[in-house]
C-alpha cells in the first residue's frame, strides 16, 4: 500500500498495488470493528471487493474458501469472538500500536458469546430492495452481527446506514480505494486505520 491521503480529515484514500495489498487492507480493517458494524463495498466488477473480504475474514481466523455470494446473497460465518478481538495475538505484524478504547469490548461482552457472527452479502443481482425483506434482512442485520456488503446501492431504501463506506475503483497501476465514515464509529476506524497505515508508509 502506498500514497496515502491523510491530515486528520476524513475521507482516508490509499493506492493499493496489489491482491496481497487488499487483503491487507481488509485485515487492518477487521482489527478495528465491533459487532453490528456495516461496511458498504462499492467498486465495478473485478475491483478487489470480495479481495478485502478474504483479508477481513483470514485475520478473524477463518481459514476456508471465500467466494462472492453473487446467487446466494448472503454467506455466514460463524468465527471464534476470542480470536476476533485478539486480533493483536494473531497476526504480530499487524499489532495494534493504539486501540481504540471507547469502543472496546468488555470481558463480560466476550464471556455473553462465544461465537461472531460475520455475513459477506453480494447484491449484484437483486432486481428489487424489497427482496431482501424476504430474504430477512433484519434478523441478518440485528445488531450483533457484522456485515460486509457488496453493491449497497442495490438495496437502497431497505438496507440500515453503513457505519463505513469503502469504494475502490480501477486505476492504471493497482486500485484507488476510498474509506468514507458514514457514523461515530466509522470515525473511529478510518481515523485509526490512517494512522497505522501512515506508520507502514514511513517505516
Given at each position: 500500500?502506498?500514497?496515502?491521503?491523510?491530515?486528520?480529515?476524513?475521507?482516508?484514500?490509499?493506492?493499493?498495488?496489489?491482491?496481497?495489498?487488499?487483503?491487507?487492507l481488509?485485515?487492518?480493517?477487521?482489527?478495528?470493528?465491533?459487532?453490528?458494524?456495516?461496511?458498504?463495498?462499492?467498486?465495478?466488477?473485478?475491483?478487489g471487493?470480495?479481495?478485502l473480504?478474504?483479508?477481513?475474514?483470514?485475520?478473524?481466523?477463518y481459514?476456508?474458501?471465500?467466494?462472492?455470494?453473487?446467487?446466494?446473497?448472503?454467506?455466514?460465518?460463524?468465527?471464534?469472538?476470542?480470536?476476533?478481538?485478539?486480533?493483536?495475538?494473531?497476526?504480530?505484524?499487524?499489532?495494534?500500536?493504539?486501540?481504540?478504547?471507547?469502543?472496546?469490548?468488555?470481558?463480560?461482552?466476550?464471556?455473553?458469546?462465544?461465537?461472531?457472527?460475520?455475513?459477506?452479502?453480494?447484491?449484484?443481482?437483486?432486481?428489487?430492495?424489497?427482496?431482501?425483506?424476504?430474504?430477512?434482512?433484519?434478523?441478518?442485520?440485528?445488531?450483533?452481527?457484522?456485515?460486509?456488503?457488496e453493491?449497497?446501492?442495490?438495496?437502497?431504501?431497505?438496507?440500515?446506514?453503513?457505519?463505513?463506506?469503502?469504494?475502490?475503483?480501477?486505476?492504471?497501476?493497482?486500485?484507488?480505494?476510498?474509506?468514507?465514515?458514514?457514523?461515530?464509529?466509522?470515525?473511529?476506524?478510518?481515523?485509526?486505520?490512517?494512522?497505522?497505515?501512515?506508520?507502514?508508509?514511513?517505516?
Amino acid at each position: 500500500m502506498s500514497n496515502i491521503q491523510y491530515n486528520k480529515e476524513i475521507p482516508v484514500t490509499c493506492s493499493i498495488s496489489d491482491e496481497i495489498g487488499m487483503t491487507e487492507l481488509g485485515a487492518q480493517l477487521a482489527a478495528r470493528v465491533k459487532p453490528g458494524c456495516i461496511i458498504y463495498l462499492n467498486g465495478d466488477l473485478g475491483a478487489g471487493k470480495t479481495t478485502l473480504v478474504r483479508g477481513f475474514l483470514r485475520a478473524c481466523g477463518y481459514q476456508g474458501a471465500v467466494k462472492s455470494p453473487t446467487f446466494t446473497v448472503v454467506e455466514p460465518y460463524s468465527l471464534d469472538y476470542n480470536k476476533l478481538y485478539d486480533y493483536n495475538k494473531l497476526h504480530k505484524g499487524f499489532k495494534i500500536d493504539d486501540p481504540i478504547d471507547h469502543v472496546s469490548i468488555s470481558n463480560s461482552d466476550i464471556i455473553k458469546q462465544n461465537t461472531q457472527k460475520i455475513y459477506h452479502f453480494d447484491l449484484y443481482r437483486l432486481e428489487d430492495p424489497e427482496e431482501l425483506e424476504y430474504l430477512g434482512i433484519r434478523d441478518y442485520l440485528d445488531g450483533q452481527a457484522i456485515a460486509l456488503i457488496e453493491w449497497p446501492e442495490k438495496g437502497q431504501g431497505v438496507l440500515p446506514k453503513a457505519d463505513l463506506l469503502i469504494k475502490i475503483t480501477h486505476q492504471r497501476q493497482g486500485r484507488g480505494v476510498k474509506l468514507q465514515p458514514q457514523s461515530k464509529f466509522g470515525v473511529a476506524i478510518v481515523s485509526r486505520l490512517a494512522l497505522k497505515l501512515n506508520k507502514s508508509v514511513e517505516s
